[in-house]
């Protein structure tokens, strides 16, 4: 039990200690608005795609496919985001969001987590045209059919939101099981979700490559930058000044 406690710390000790001082000081909602409405956002399309008179409006306004001009697609992105699949069940989506979503948000701030979202979002986007046009016969190439199969809605996000959270707090077995588990995914079920979310991986670990590079960058210039600064001492703190005032 030591050792699983051990190793618990370890693995979450970092994320804990970044998710929990923003709580005490507000409640959930106030902590972390956007995740709390992403979850209505998609809530509330998810019942309107399902009925007669909001599933064109939906349809129309946030579902994308490799098929559509490239324009219109990047237009619809951003509310693709929060259009869950209408085979799949909600609640499942729902908990995604506000679990990842939310330590994202605590973790990184509103306007890097949804910037996060969109880009791993768009990679998949983005991917599924590359990987259509490259043809069945290459590794990374899909079927002609995929370009008429809706994009994974808020499901790319939350990988990409996962691994780079795991990245940045050092929870590196939990994104590493994240990654793991995608690709079984895609060994299991070949299909344009599972390898849309190998391309948001992909994006996210491109730019956890390129922080940590910059990081890397940034204390080597640093480190190098000459002697360190003189500290200033007043009278008061001088042990000769001290001696004379006596």
């Not at 809706?150 to 939990?174: C, E, F, I, M, N």
Request: net charge positive.
């Amino acid at each position: 039990m030591n050792t699983l406690v051990r190793l618990a710390r370890a693995e979450w000790g970092p994320l804990y200690a970044a998710v929990r001082p923003p709580l005490p000081r507000r409640r959930w909602a106030g902590a972390v608005p956007l995740t709390v409405g992403a979850v209505c956002l998609t809530a509330v399309l998810h019942g309107a795609h399902g009925t007669p008179w909001g599933y064109g409006l939906v349809q129309g306004a946030g579902t994308v496919r490799a098929a559509d001009p490239l324009w219109l697609a990047l237009l619809r992105t951003p509310l693709s985001l929060f259009v869950p699949a209408l085979d799949l069940p909600v609640w499942g989506a729902l908990a995604q969001i506000l679990l990842v979503f939310g330590i994202a948000e605590l973790c990184l701030g509103r306007r890097r987590t949804l910037a996060l979202a969109y880009a791993a979002t768009l990679a998949g986007t983005l991917y599924a045209r590359l990987g259509i046009a490259l043809g069945p016969d290459v590794p990374l190439g899909l079927p002609a059919a995929d370009a008429h199969v809706v994009d994974t809605g808020p499901s790319a996000a939350v990988v990409g939101l996962a691994v780079y959270v795991g990245w940045r707090h050092r929870a590196y077995l939990t994104a590493g099981a994240v990654i793991a588990a995608m690709v079984v995914e895609v060994l299991v079920k070949e299909n344009l979700a599972g390898k849309e979310h190998l391309a948001a991986i992909a994006a996210v670990s491109a730019l956890c490559a390129v922080t940590a590079l910059r990081q890397r960058w940034s204390r080597a210039r640093t480190g190098s930058s000459g002697a360190p600064p003189i500290q200033s001492w007043s009278l008061r703190d001088s042990p000769v000044q001290r001696r004379s005032w006596r």
